[in-house]
């Protein structure tokens, strides 16, 4: 066949209009001569075209002629272009497979075994297949048997003959008869141990289930019991051996290839438990061990090789434990948490390819299945499927899944799978990722009927049926528990209110049937209101779920939704703002703190759906705010209340970012320095209180003065207050001082001064819903005792005559907090040498020092607290890091500048820059501060009041646990992590503080 330069024959354009890719090429192999005889027929030509690659079709069609027997060649040929139905197949399979192409130029004669394709051939089962594979009796002839019967499996399936789940069901019901086989040789192979033992291979996952891929692990499990009169010693090592050769003989690869790896890492204590167990032992260890993934697992537990009568035995064993799994603590968390973890495997380049394990996958699919079957099959036995699809259909019937969402659902996942099913077919080889190349995703478009334009349309009903997935994903769980308490449309489907009492106790809500009551009140009517909760309540129950407190979590959802129900923006802001519902489900399920503060002004909410809404105001722009309110008050007290206001909802904001883990940063919280953390937190409620306190002193000094008090007046912060590092629940320690203007007398300076603080702590204090701050200014000089407010002289007159070294050292963290700047400064100045005194501490200062220290250890611990947990002054805690901090601040402040300072974690950097601490020792300190600050803000948002301990209450504990960083179950691991940070900072303490 010659054509002219620059001109195409009639065969290229043909070739082109059948949707050959390489015309050229293909003109070519119809050249061979092997062809001659059909190269021509037109016949041929549409029945390649008709395949998912027509190029790949062809050029299997010549392996397969040049590779048969001249006797043989002439009948393929012949039934190329006379015998539609098996060319048909012949073909669908040669242009959907290169590697069954590869079989058949390998093994020509196994392309008859598509000629018999009657009614009764449609659909085989177990027997067929057995049939197919009985005179395999070698480990290679089981390979080619396996791979052609494979073949017809693929036929059928490329062909439509049989539907995604056929398929599935036929590949597993091939491997079932694989493993017979391949049981049955190794039998033949080592006779003495099959005399000494009975065994019974359980399939598990999808062979399990009866919906296998082209090319998986088999996953099994072996359970072995001695044969009559064979000791159990001797029959379970003979097992051993009988099934680890049945496992060889399935994933060895020879000439001939490989059939599958046979994965026995689902059986109990997986690759590190044995090989084979008895049934008893199996019971043993689920009945004490097993986790939930275990059980979840066993759903699609079936046997399907060996002694039948104890492959029934264990089946009849284990169900009931399966069936009692979701009354497991943390079942629900338990399954949500395996499947976080299967996502957060995958690649990051991978992920949106792939189409099992990613989000929107077939994964996402059968664990939301299981889920639902692993709570409602305790009491409706039809629910006790191990094929995803029948299961789900059984769903939908029994009301536990809406109709029109079980249809949606089966749809996608029969998509996916058969997207699965083609992509896997290729080559025959493991793999769950849509591929990238152009070639390829235009094969697989045809194969799945697109032909306008295959690889657009294919990624577009991919993505589709992702998005379908995701979606009833995350709604899968939940929606029905808002059918069982609101108006149905006629005809509905209906979750009983039992069965909704179940699903909410198996997502770990206490009191299902005020979760049920606050359901109804949210989502019951028809009004619009009540729609927008429908559409927004099913996502919110699984975010409550994820967390600590689920019940909370819907309380207080409830209240805030009373409290803002009739105000437009509240549903739209939940409903349109991406991040705005979960943020709010994240700080009401969290503890009581956030929660409190939230109720007390539900308008604050807001602060949730603004992109910028968590990040902290500058203490600059809430005093303008705050002094600007005062100055439009009408008295003192609606002043101060307007401040309290204003401290309640920055409270609100901070602690909503700090549960969120959001400080407007880009990273994950996972990805946070937690001591960064710990000093935005520290930061923002400083400010915000030395705000509130300037906006109290304004008020003060306005209800009786005006605007110029008598005498300048200042307001030192001390403690963590001065070294902006407070805390959820922290008092603000405080030092007053003023200095008389010109021409005002001592007298009546120290009046109004007396006067000012009186009526300060008197508005902070007033009972309002407000959470209250405490001034404390018990670090004055002669404490409690001594006048609450001096002049500037009179502490220069004080600390130059009295001054105790303890008092030098509470002075290390005065910073001004509020009032007359100038004074401030002033007062700073008068301190600097006290507490950063020229050459050092002295010897009997620094003994003073260890001794105040140690009587503090015996003394003020509270009674029967536990010394390793006490966050304050227990082993390693705060008091522990910040006096060993301090003492190298007096003993080197006056010769290292960076020691100068009011923070902690400031001034043990500069220690160890200066090399007056190793930088690990420093480390260890700064690691163990950290954590006991996070610790007791983390015991104030859960409880919603201050404590410097770790919580009794079990859920309480487990809400620190979950806001430090650790899944529920693991606060033990969150208490021994604590003793072990604490136990090293004691170390160094004893070694840096004590000198021991």
């Not at 003989?249 to 994965?263: F, L, N, Q, R, S």
């Not at 304004?698 to 300048?712: F, I, N």
Request: glycine share 8%; aromatic share 6%.
């Amino acid at each position: 066949m010659t054509t002219l330069p620059g001109r195409r024959s009639s065969t290229f354009t043909r070739l082109l209009r059948h949707g050959f890719t390489d015309p050229s090429a293909a003109e070519r192999l119809l050249d061979l001569p092997d062809l001659s005889s059909v190269r021509s027929d037109p016949v041929l030509l549409e029945a390649l075209g008709a395949t998912a690659d027509p190029d790949l079709a062809l050029r299997g069609v010549v392996r397969l002629v040049e590779a048969e027997e001249p006797d043989e060649r002439q009948m393929l040929l012949d039934t190329l272009v006379t015998a539609k139905p098996l060319r048909d197949r012949l073909l669908g399979v040669l242009g959907a497979s290169e590697a069954l192409g590869d079989h058949l130029a390998r093994h020509p004669r196994d392309w008859q075994a598509l000629v018999t394709y009657e009614a009764t051939d449609l659909h085989p089962g177990v027997a067929e297949f057995e049939h197919e594979l009985a005179g395999a009796d070698d480990p290679d002839a089981l390979r080619v048997a396996y791979r052609r019967c494979l073949l017809s499996i693929a036929a059928r399936d490329v062909c439509g003959t049989t539907d995604v789940a056929e398929t599935a069901a036929e590949l597993a019901d091939l491997a079932t008869a694989t493993l017979r086989a391949a049981l049955a040789i190794a039998r033949v192979a080592t006779p003495a141990d099959d005399a000494q033992c009975r065994l019974a291979v359980i399939a598990m996952g999808k062979c399990g289930g009866h919906e296998l891929n082209y090319v998986s692990d088999v996953d099994v499990i072996f359970v072995a019991e001695p044969a009559d009169g064979a000791d159990e010693s001797v029959a379970i090592p003979a097992a051993t051996r009988l099934a680890a050769h049945m496992m060889r003989i399935c994933a060895d690869t020879t000439v001939e290839g490989t059939i599958w790896p046979v994965d026995a890492n689902l059986r109990p204590e997986g690759r590190n438990g044995p090989l084979v167990r008895t049934l008893s032992s199996h019971l043993a260890y689920y009945q004490r061990w097993a986790k939930t993934w275990e059980f979840q697992a066993l759903l699609k537990a079936r046997p399907v090789a060996g002694d039948p009568a104890l492959g029934a035995a264990y089946i009849d064993a284990v169900s009931p434990l399966v069936w009692q799994a979701a009354d497991r603590e943390n079942f629900v968390l338990d399954v949500q948490k395996m499947r976080r973890r299967v996502i957060d495997t995958i690649p990051v380049d991978r992920v949106d390819r792939e189409i099992k394990l990613g989000p929107g996958g077939l994964r996402d699919v059968e664990f939301a299945v299981q889920l639902l079957q692993l709570v409602h099959g305790r009491n409706d036995t039809t629910l006790r499927s191990g094929s995803t699809l029948d299961a789900l259909s059984a769903l939908a019937r029994g009301g536990y899944v809406g109709r029109v969402d079980a249809a949606q659902l089966d749809d996608a996942y029969r998509f996916l799978r058969a997207l699965e099913h083609r992509i896997q077919l290729y080559r025959l080889r493991r793999t769950h990722l849509v591929p990238e190349d152009q070639t390829d995703l235009r094969r697989l478009g045809r194969s799945l009927g697109l032909r306008t334009d295959p690889i657009a349309e294919l990624n577009q009903a991919w993505k589709r049926h992702a998005a379908v997935v995701r979606r009833l994903h995350e709604k899968l769980f939940y929606r029905p528990l808002l059918d069982a308490v609101a108006q149905l449309a006629p005809g509905e489907s209906r979750l009983s209110t039992k069965a909704a009492a179940h699903r909410l106790e198996a997502l770990g809500y206490e009191d299902p049937a005020a979760a049920l009551r606050h359901l109804e009140a949210l989502s019951s009517g028809v009004s619009r209101k009540a729609a927008i909760q429908r559409t927004l309540l099913p996502v919110l129950l699984g975010w409550f779920a994820d967390s600590a407190d689920p019940d909370a979590g819907l309380l207080g959802f409830r209240k805030v939704s009373d409290a803002l129900g009739k105000t437009p923006w509240y549903l739209r802001l939940l409903r349109d703002e991406g991040a705005a519902a979960e943020n709010l489900a994240r700080v009401l399920s969290a503890g009581r703190l956030a929660p409190d503060l939230l109720l007390r002004a539900p308008e604050a909410v807001t602060i949730l759906g603004d992109p910028q809404g968590l990040k902290p105001r500058s203490r600059e722009n809430l005093e303008q705010e705050v002094l600007a309110a005062v100055g439009r008050a009408d008295g003192a007290e609606s002043a101060v209340a307007v401040v309290r206001g204003v401290r309640r909802r920055e409270l609100f904001r901070t602690t909503s970012a700090d549960l969120i883990g959001s400080y407007g940063r880009e990273e994950s919280p996972a990805e946070a320095d937690p001591g960064a953390l710990v000093d935005r937190v520290g930061s923002a409620v400083t400010d915000l209180n030395a705000v509130t306190i300037a906006g109290a002193l304004r008020a003060a000094v306005r209800a009786e003065w005006g605007d110029m008090l008598p005498t300048r007046f200042a307001v030192i912060g001390m403690g963590r207050f001065g070294g902006q590092e407070l805390g959820y629940g922290s008092d603000a320690d405080v030092l007053f001082v003023h200095a008389p203007r010109e021409g005002v007398d001592d007298h009546e300076a120290s009046r109004a001064a007396n006067r000012v603080v009186a009526e300060m702590r008197r508005l902070l204090q007033l009972p309002t819903a407000d959470p209250p701050l405490i001034i404390d200014a018990d670090l004055r000089p002669e404490g409690k005792s001594g006048p609450l407010v001096r002049t500037l002289k009179s502490y220069e007159a004080y600390y130059r005559r009295w001054s105790l070294v303890w008092e030098s050292q509470a002075l290390l963290r005065a910073q001004p907090m509020a009032g007359d700047a100038d004074l401030g400064r002033d007062f700073i100045e008068l301190i600097d040498p006290l507490r950063y005194p020229a050459e050092g501490l002295g010897e009997d200062a620094v003994r003073e020092i260890r001794r105040l220290k140690a009587r503090m250890e015996s003394e003020r611990l509270p009674r029967g607290a536990d010394p390793t947990l006490h966050t304050k002054l227990g082993r390693g805690g705060l008091s522990d890091v910040e006096w060993t901090v301090q003492l190298m601040q007096m003993q080197h402040g006056w010769a290292e500048p960076g020691l100068r300072t009011t923070r902690t974690r400031e001034a043990l950097a500069a220690a160890a820059a200066a090399e007056l601490i190793s930088h690990e020792d420093a480390q260890t300190l700064d690691e163990a501060w950290v954590l006991a600050t996070r610790v007791r803000n983390a015991v104030m948002l859960v409880r919603g009041r201050p404590g410097d301990t770790f919580p009794s209450v079990p859920r309480e504990l487990t809400a620190v646990g979950r806001y430090l960083g650790y899944e529920p179950g693991h606060v033990g691991d969150m208490l021994d992590d604590y003793r072990r940070t604490t136990r090293r900072a004691r170390a160094v303490v004893d070694e840096r503080f004590y000198g021991a």
